[in-house]
């Protein structure tokens, strides 16, 4: 069964920082990966898609990158600004059944002034 | 309207009570989700319409009914609901339900009394 895991569950840093978020997986069984953002108490935007024959995107200050092997994504953003504050979500595209989307718990950021 | 919609954004409701949610995808896509996002939990996958045909139905209870009509709208029916069943319900939809990317709505916020 797909596992999908984030860490750290909460992050706080300030304005300006460059930071990494985590994701990991069990299954290595994927069509692809998404990270999405979610503000409070809303929906979710799609920030990046990795597909599995892939190993990093880059969409302006966030880049993804994605191992495979060993069942591992990071989300990389670069100068952090507070309006970057939200829930960051990863979810893998499940290969074996019938392109299910699984979701990790999502890392809670604050970037304070 | 672009992307993905959702009707109402909030909704209360009694137990004994029946109502409708609604979603319209005005992406061309072909396949269509209901999530379910409960506070602290993952995202659960409730159902998967591909070609309006319903291709997954993840163990949820049959208090909840979903309905697609057509390739563009999907509903959730809803009838003697539990206070637990409370949750922010989200509709998504891709170009099918393999490898692409998935856009969801905004969500609508469920309160069950």
């Known amino acids: 069964k797909q596992e999908v895991t984030q860490i750290p569950a909460a992050l706080s840093v300030p304005e300006g920082e460059n930071l990494v978020l985590n994701c990991s997986f069990t299954?290595?069984?994927?069509?692809?990966l998404q990270w999405f953002r979610q503000d409070p108490g809303k929906g979710l935007t799609s920030l990046l898609l990795?597909?599995?024959?892939?190993r990093e995107q880059t969409s302006g200050r966030l880049n993804a990158s994605l191992d495979k092997s060993s069942g591992r994504s990071t989300l990389y953003i670069a100068a952090s600004q507070p309006g970057d504050s939200a829930t960051y979500l990863c979810?893998?595209?499940?290969?074996?059944?019938?392109?299910?989307?699984?979701f990790g718990q999502g890392t809670e950021l604050s970037v304070k002034p | 309207e672009t992307g993905v919609t959702q009707t109402p954004r909030h909704l209360v409701m009694g137990m004994t009570n029946k109502k409708s949610l609604k979603c319209e995808q005005h992406l061309g896509h072909n396949a269509m989700y209901w999530y379910k996002q409960s506070a602290k939990k993952p995202l659960e996958l409730m159902f998967v319409y591909s070609l309006e045909e319903r291709v997954e139905n993840n163990s949820v209870p049959s208090r909840f009914s979903p309905e697609c009509p057509n390739s563009s709208h999907l509903f959730l029916h809803l009838h003697t609901l539990q206070p637990e069943d409370s949750a922010l319900y989200l509709c998504a939809s891709s170009q099918d339900r393999t490898d692409n990317e998935q856009f969801f709505g905004p969500g609508t916020r469920l309160t069950v009394l």
């Open positions: 979810a893998v595209r499940q290969y074996n059944q019938g392109g299910k989307l699984i």
């Open positions: 299954d290595s069984a994927i069509y692809n």
């Open positions: 990795i597909q599995s024959s892939q």
